[in-house]
């Protein structure tokens, strides 16, 4: 039986010229790398992403594919994209998982582990971000 198996790997960036600190917005990149570490070849359908700010504000992001693609890895493929979000506050954590199908159409589920994202630099009026507040 085929092992469909998918391993995720997030690096989130803080993006300061697409951010207002003294509106209350923050803005993130994120790219994501997932690698088909399996023995067969599979393809993710969609995502479902749980994004959370330092005020325990929760918000679910569903959808078909990522960025517009469904990509279909084989063993030892990668495929890269890059993405974004704003927080209302200066700190959050993202999380999710992707559903995938394997080449025989069973369902498997490939995790996005946590992820911190975490505004630095100067705040409104010049003062430094505050740190990390996560609840």
């Avoid at 679910?60 to 063993?75: A, C, S, T």
């Avoid at 993202?94 to 369902?107: A, I, L």
Wanted: proline share 9%; charged share 15%.
């Amino acid at each position: 039986m085929p092992k469909y198996q998918f391993a995720v790997e997030a690096e989130p960036a803080y993006l300061p010229e697409e951010s207002d600190p003294a509106q209350g917005v923050y803005a993130f990149a994120y790219t994501i790398t997932i690698t088909n570490t399996g023995d067969a070849p599979g393809q993710l359908i969609a995502r479902h992403w749980k994004i959370t700010d330092a005020r325990g504000h929760l918000e679910e992001v569903k959808g078909l594919g990522v960025v517009g693609k469904q990509p279909l890895l084989k063993p030892g493929e990668s495929f890269q994209y890059t993405s974004g979000c704003r927080l209302r506050t200066t700190s959050g954590t993202m999380h999710g998982h992707y559903h995938c199908v394997g080449e025989d159409g069973s369902p498997f589920t490939a995790t996005v582990p946590l992820f911190v994202l975490e505004a630095t630099g100067p705040g409104p009026h010049g003062q430094t971000l505050p740190g990390r507040v996560l609840h």
